[in-house]
């Protein structure tokens, strides 16, 4: 079992097993063994809203104990909580599954680790690139079919 906290400082502790595999495909149609093909780890890593409703599905015992709605759950969620949240469930889904099947599902979870590093990079790169905001200058003037140069200009 895995552990987070939310921005509201509450403890939440992700746990997946057979239980919470038929509650998650139960209450949200998603189907945590797809993780296998690697399809779910895509969507999950891709969509914080929708991971959120997962993490939610799988900690909603303890949070209908303490009388946490979904939406106080995804108000307390942002930031660094979606990250650890994340993380927590990724492993729990890795250790959820046999361990012949552990090696592929880490190694999936590395490459796209290693994909959203490197495009974050790339993004930071070419945006501070000042050959883009030239070329966003030049786009401006030809978009709005003017001569000289703008005010506040990016160039």
Same mark, same amino acid.
């Given at each position: 079992?895995?552990?987070?906290?939310?921005?509201? @400082? %509450?403890?939440?502790?992700?746990?997946?097993?057979?239980?919470?595999?038929?509650?998650?495909?139960?209450?949200?149609?998603?189907?945590?063994?797809?993780?296998?093909?690697?399809?779910?780890?895509?969507?999950? =890593?891709?969509?914080? !809203?929708?991971?959120?409703?997962?993490? #939610?599905? =799988?900690?909603?015992?303890?949070?209908?104990?303490?009388? !946490?709605?979904?939406?106080?759950?995804?108000?307390?969620?942002?930031?660094?909580? =979606?990250?650890?949240?994340?993380?927590?469930?990724?492993?729990?889904? !890795?250790?959820?599954? +046999?361990?012949?099947?552990? +090696?592929?599902? %880490?190694?999936?979870?590395?490459?796209?680790?290693?994909?959203?590093?490197? @495009?974050?990079?790339?993004?930071?790169? #070419?945006?501070?690139?000042?050959?883009?905001?030239?070329?966003?200058?030049?786009?401006?003037?030809? !978009?709005?079919?003017?001569?000289?140069?703008?005010?506040?200009?990016?160039?």
């Amino acid at each position: 079992m895995k552990t987070f906290k939310d921005n509201a @400082g %509450r403890t939440w502790t992700v746990d997946v097993n057979i239980a919470t595999v038929k509650r998650v495909k139960s209450l949200l149609e998603v189907d945590l063994l797809d993780a296998v093909e690697g399809k779910l780890l895509d969507k999950l =890593i891709l969509n914080p !809203i929708l991971l959120c409703d997962v993490i #939610y599905a =799988i900690c909603k015992s303890d949070a209908d104990k303490e009388k !946490i709605s979904d939406e106080q759950f995804g108000q307390a969620m942002a930031g660094d909580a =979606i990250e650890h949240a994340t993380a927590a469930l990724l492993e729990e889904l !890795i250790e959820f599954f +046999p361990e012949l099947k552990r +090696p592929a599902l %880490r190694a999936a979870l590395g490459m796209f680790q290693t994909l959203q590093e490197k @495009g974050a990079e790339f993004t930071v790169k #070419y945006l501070n690139d000042p050959e883009f905001e030239k070329a966003m200058d030049q786009e401006l003037k030809r !978009i709005f079919n003017l001569s000289g140069s703008l005010p506040g200009s990016l160039g």
